[in-house]
């Protein structure tokens, strides 16, 4: 079984920023894709930034230039630092695996709020 634990929300103003991190344990395959969803109240969840375990990465449109995502193989731990925050980033923030192992797996994380506002 494989667990996620974020860290790293919390309160910032208007142009500050935060770093989330999201490490992984259990039977994950080392070939795969780690990322950060985020889910603002009454919207549905949507992609913020992946990151493959060979390095490809893709940001949505809405965070690029602002957040850079980054990952520790070795650890399985992936990292999102955001800059620049708007008040629209708040939401909650979930970290997410996806991997393959005999058929298509994915796992989340508990999620983490983020509050941009002075």
């Known amino acids: 079984q494989v667990q996620l634990v974020e860290s790293g929300g919390g309160l910032v103003q208007p142009g500050g920023s935060l770093r989330l991190s999201c490490v992984a344990s259990?039977?994950?395959?080392?070939?795969?894709?780690m990322g950060w969803y985020r889910q603002a109240p009454g919207k549905q969840r949507e992609l913020v930034a992946g990151?493959?375990?060979?390095?490809?990465?893709n940001y949505a449109d809405f965070v690029k230039g602002r957040f850079t995502i980054s990952r520790d193989n070795a650890k399985n731990t992936v990292s999102l630092q955001m800059n620049s925050l708007k008040p629209e980033d708040t939401a909650v923030y979930y970290c997410?695996?996806?991997?393959?192992?005999?058929?298509?797996?994915?796992?989340w994380g508990q999620g983490t709020p983020v509050t941009v506002s002075s």
């Open positions: 990151m493959s375990s060979g390095g490809s990465t």
């Open positions: 259990g039977s994950i395959s080392n070939s795969n894709t």
């Open positions: 997410n695996a996806r991997w393959f192992s005999a058929y298509p797996r994915n796992a």
